[in-house]
């Protein structure tokens, strides 16, 4: 199986802020990695697939990069309901797998 | 309104089995594979099984193959899970995915909200 690790596990940031969460595949996934976003006691929602592609209707601060095994997601211009916790998900393979997720706080 | 709406998510014993259903409404769900995914209480996502469109091929991750069955009706647009042999850690809140992507595997661009299943004695 195809392991994904996210870092950091957690972080803090205040609105405004430009952070940034990494994903790294165990194996190369070339661009088949998916990001969501899940507000707590919410269902996940997709915001970008093929590592950098924005699903419609997400907005222009999110953005990702990356390719084989390292892939990031960039959050520019922290807003208020950005604070939850991102997940990605590779689907190069089966079995689809996901990070741990990175939740992210309101310092 | 494109939506997805799980059901039949209980308290079951060990050992006991339990019928997931998924209603799918404002899109052709014929046209789409789709997919279970579980989420155990403060914990990550984890990918349980898919569907083809047709529902004549289908995937499980290894710790629920011969346990669990995924099938689909596309004529009352519904996607169901049979969950047999339940155990302690098949608790989680089960969401109703549909598949994007370009080919398999997928992606998901379609999350339902989930129904919870507890499995204790």
């Known amino acids: 199986d195809i392991q994904m690790t996210q870092s950091p596990s957690s972080l803090s940031a205040s609105v405004g802020d430009t952070v940034t969460i990494t994903c790294r595949a165990s194996q190369p996934i070339g661009n088949w990695l998916a990001w969501y976003q899940q507000r707590p006691e919410k269902a996940p929602k997709s915001l970008i697939y093929e590592a950098s592609s924005l699903q419609t209707g997400v907005p222009s601060r999110f953005s990702g990069s990356g390719s084989g095994t390292d892939f990031t997601l960039a959050i520019s211009s922290l807003q208020p309901e950005d604070f939850a916790t991102y997940h990605c998900q590779q689907y190069h393979s089966y079995p689809i797998t996901f990070g741990q997720g990175t939740r992210l706080e309101i310092k | 309104e494109v939506q997805l709406l799980e059901s039949g998510g209980d308290l079951v014993q060990p050992g006991g089995s339990l019928r997931l259903s998924c209603a799918a409404s404002g899109f052709a769900f014929s046209h789409y594979a789709m997919s279970w995914v579980r989420q155990a209480p403060g914990k990550g996502l984890e990918w349980v099984s898919g569907v083809s469109g047709y529902g004549d091929i289908t995937y499980y991750t290894e710790s629920v193959k011969g346990r669990f069955t995924i099938s689909r009706d596309n004529s009352k647009n519904t996607l169901y899970l049979q969950m047999d042999s339940l155990r302690d850690d098949d608790t989680a809140l089960y969401y109703c995915?549909?598949?994007?992507?370009?080919?398999?595997?997928?992606?998901?661009?379609?999350w339902g909200q989930g129904t919870l299943v507890t499995v204790s004695s």
């Open positions: 995915a549909q598949d994007g992507g370009r080919r398999p595997p997928h992606m998901f661009d379609l």
